[in-house]
């Protein structure tokens, strides 16, 4: 079995820290790169992308509400024309700094409020979805695993990657469980590797309630944002290569090439 570790990087504001990219990057396999709007800059992208080409790391556009001030986190209304540009303008953004550094974007992953949005939303997923394709319909749409960006991208034969996520808790109808309740988030590594490792085995989501939802995985997210996200992202890796299973970054995956 074949497994991509993602996790979301660069995302360097008031509000957050990059001191554990590098180490981040030395153990993940695909970058979600923050492209300015919520969270990042030129020089962080630069860097972040120049990091990811030593390590292998395949990298990709983390578009995001222009909301700095809340980390992308708000949930905003946006017109259709309004959510086409914000998605195009930030992978193009990430884009050409990436092209001068060698590197190209082979993956988007929607961000925060924007993407638990998109989530539950059939139509906002759609133009999520025919945004990225406009940029190129060989970039691979990454996605909570059972979500409308899910269905839609199936529909639209996009190359799909479903991810779980391993640090964070799920609601019964497999949505996360809101960051503004106190059981969102699971900050125990031991706890996150085990979460992990059963929904792989099971190909479920493991529900706060005890409940399983069957689905698919591709890729296992990992925020770079928490502050034990380095001993996370170490425990599951040992983890998944103990079971057997094969990490690739996400371009390199069977099923996308």
Do not use: W
């Amino acid at each position: 079995m074949e497994i991509n570790i993602n996790c979301d990087l660069g995302e360097s504001s008031k509000l957050h820290s990059t001191k554990n990219d590098p180490l981040l990057l030395e153990i993940v396999n695909s970058a979600n790169i923050a492209c300015g709007y919520h969270a990042g800059d030129e020089i962080t992208m630069e860097k972040t992308i120049e990091i990811s080409k030593k390590n292998n790391v395949s990298i990709g556009a983390h578009p995001s509400f222009n909301d700095p001030e809340n980390f992308g986190r708000k949930r905003i209304n946006l017109s259709s024309s309004e959510i086409k540009k914000l998605i195009i303008d930030q992978i193009d953004i990430l884009s050409k700094i990436a092209s001068n550094k060698g590197m190209k974007v082979t993956h988007v992953k929607p961000h925060g409020a924007l993407n638990n949005m998109a989530c539950e939303d059939y139509d906002l997923a759609k133009v999520i979805s025919e945004s990225i394709i406009q940029v190129n319909k060989e970039i691979i749409f990454l996605v909570p695993t059972g979500s409308q960006m899910e269905k839609v991208g199936k529909k639209l034969e996009m190359k799909v990657a479903a991810e779980i996520f391993a640090d964070r808790n799920y609601e019964d109808d497999g949505n996360l469980v809101s960051r503004k309740k106190s059981n969102a988030m699971i900050t125990d590594p031991e706890i996150s590797k085990k979460h992990v490792i059963k929904m792989i085995k099971s190909q479920a989501i493991n529900c706060f309630s005890g409940k399983q939802i069957p689905c698919e995985i591709d890729s296992v997210c990992v925020h770079g944002d928490e502050k034990r996200a380095v001993d996370t992202a170490r425990k599951i890796k040992k983890n998944l290569i103990e079971t057997g299973i094969t990490l690739k970054p996400l371009n390199k995956l069977k099923k996308f090439i």
